[in-house]
């Protein structure tokens, strides 16, 4: 059973440009979980969302973010127009149910330079 | 405020040097106390879940264990490939709530 899947591994963009992340759950799990880890900071929530609907995006700024997890395919987080504040690894976790305390398994990352 | 607290920071120990890393937490409910262990360049690695005071669990030279304010991981007889951060959250909705994780170094 494969973990969670990201890629690219590592990406870099310049001011200005977009980046596109992705993310395949774990076979059999239907919930999604962003993360953003600043360097030096703590792993902070982003956005949870299910197959075509967004949860919570409590944690993903207004502007410049977004996220969406369609019926088919990986889940996308997209940032336009980079600054080098968003420069970070963000991390995919998945579990198989919610409402109740279920496991997030985490996926390897993607670190986001911005030049 | 929803917040966890890890400590220490950073420890260095001796291979065979028993020790313990706290994560202290206050939050509205509390669902589940997670441990995860994060390599350089990883993701984080999930290696307990708990549930309620009182409760623990172990796997190889690690145990768990929560009060309903603080959560100890306790390291028994460490290798160096104990080597990590550690990193203690807590899930009162559906997200998780991190601390800034304990820096572990073993040394041989």
């Known amino acids: 059973n494969a973990g969670v899947m990201q890629n690219p591994r590592h990406l870099v963009r310049r001011r200005g440009q977009e980046a596109r992340l992705r993310c395949s759950p774990m076979?059999?799990?239907?919930?999604v979980y962003w993360y953003r880890q600043l360097p030096e900071e703590g792993l902070k929530f982003m956005v949870y969302?299910?197959?075509?609907?967004?949860?919570?995006e409590s944690g993903m700024p207004k502007e410049r973010f977004s996220a969406e997890f369609p019926k088919e395919g990986p889940s996308i987080l997209r940032i336009q127009q980079v600054v080098r504040g968003d420069s970070a690894a963000y991390f995919c976790?998945?579990?198989?149910?919610?409402?109740?305390?279920?496991?997030?398994?985490f996926g390897p990352g993607t670190r986001l330079t911005v030049l | 405020e929803d917040q966890v607290t890890q400590s220490p920071e950073a420890l260095r120990l001796q291979e065979g040097e028993s020790s313990s890393l706290n994560c202290s937490y206050t939050?509205?409910?509390?669902?589940?106390l997670f441990w995860y262990r994060q390599d350089p360049g990883k993701g984080p690695e999930f290696l307990f879940t708990?549930?309620?005071a009182g409760e623990e669990k172990e796997k190889e030279r690690l145990k768990a264990t929560l009060t309903k304010k603080e959560s100890f991981l306790h390291i028994t007889a460490p290798k160096p490939e104990d080597s990590a951060t550690y990193l203690c959250?807590?899930?009162?909705?559906?997200?998780?709530?991190f601390g800034t994780g304990t820096r572990l170094q073993v040394f041989p």
């Open positions: 976790a998945s579990s198989p149910l919610a409402g109740v305390a279920d496991t997030q398994y």
């Open positions: 959250a807590v899930q009162t909705t559906d997200k998780l709530i």
């Open positions: 076979k059999g799990h239907s919930h």
């Open positions: 939050v509205s409910g509390l669902r589940g």
């Open positions: 708990l549930y309620s």
């Open positions: 969302l299910q197959k075509e609907n967004i949860i919570d």
